[in-house]
């Protein structure tokens, strides 16, 4: 079992808004602003989306977008586009100077 | 662009030591203080964290697989590497190698990872 939640799947279609959301604990998640998510398209290698729970790396799409409550961190995509059909998966860092990953979350793009 | 690509025999029997390695293109492996790092996935669970170790020589280890995990860098071939030991079948995975970010908070560039399996 992974130690951060995320639903196993998710689908919208082309043009809708999706979140996906990555349920910690309060010594990963809840404790430090250092979320990152990852995409992941089959056969390829993982891309940075989102880093310190909010910030895009330079050349991501503005319509990916993160934030955080509590224990939960949150993937927002906004005008899903058929390439966005991937394998998503959160990360943060631990109070045991650790990460640990999310289970992953399958987007369809339907 | 930085490019890793890992390599390594994809098959291991119970006991044996699994060695991989990540060749690093598009820059220096020394270039800065970078930190590298491998994760490994298991089939139909999510990433783990393994390890990372920084040009300065320091290493962080997951602390489960700690006392089996033994990482390197060579700079004079831009590759950085990682050592399982006693390898079960509990270790079969697609094992990915990355650059830390600056931050060391994430994993900037990642490789398309390499699938190990582990049986007799």
């Known amino acids: 079992q992974s130690a951060l939640t995320q639903p196993a799947s998710m689908s919208g279609s082309p043009g809708q808004s999706i979140t996906i959301s990555c349920t910690g604990t309060n010594s990963d998640v809840g404790a430090y602003n250092y979320v990152s998510w990852y995409q992941r398209h089959p056969g390829k290698a993982p891309k940075l989306m989102i880093y310190?729970?909010?910030d895009r790396p330079s050349g991501v799409s503005n319509r990916f977008s993160g934030s955080k409550s509590g224990n939960t961190a949150s993937l927002t995509i906004s005008g899903l586009q058929a390439e966005d059909e991937a394998d998503y998966y959160c990360?943060?860092?631990?109070?045991?100077?650790?990460?640990?990953f999310g289970g992953g979350t399958r987007l369809t793009v339907l | 662009q930085l490019q890793l690509q890992e390599s390594g025999p994809g098959q291991l029997k119970p006991s044996e030591t699994l060695s991989l390695t990540c060749t690093v293109s598009g820059g220096s492996i020394s270039s800065r203080n970078y930190c590298w790092g491998w994760i490994r996935q298991p089939p139909g669970k999510g990433p783990e964290w393994i390890g990372s170790?920084?040009?300065?020589?320091?290493?962080y280890n997951n602390p489960s697989l700690k006392s089996r995990v033994t990482m390197s860098v060579d700079t004079s071939k831009n590759q950085f590497s990682l050592k399982l030991t006693s390898v079960t079948a509990e270790d079969a995975a697609v094992y990915y190698c990355a650059k830390v970010c600056s931050n060391g908070r994430c994993c900037d560039f990642w490789g398309q990872g390499t699938l190990v399996t582990v049986s007799s």
């Open positions: 310190d729970v909010s």
């Open positions: 990360s943060s860092y631990t109070s045991s100077s650790t990460w640990v």
């Open positions: 170790i920084c040009n300065s020589g320091s290493t």
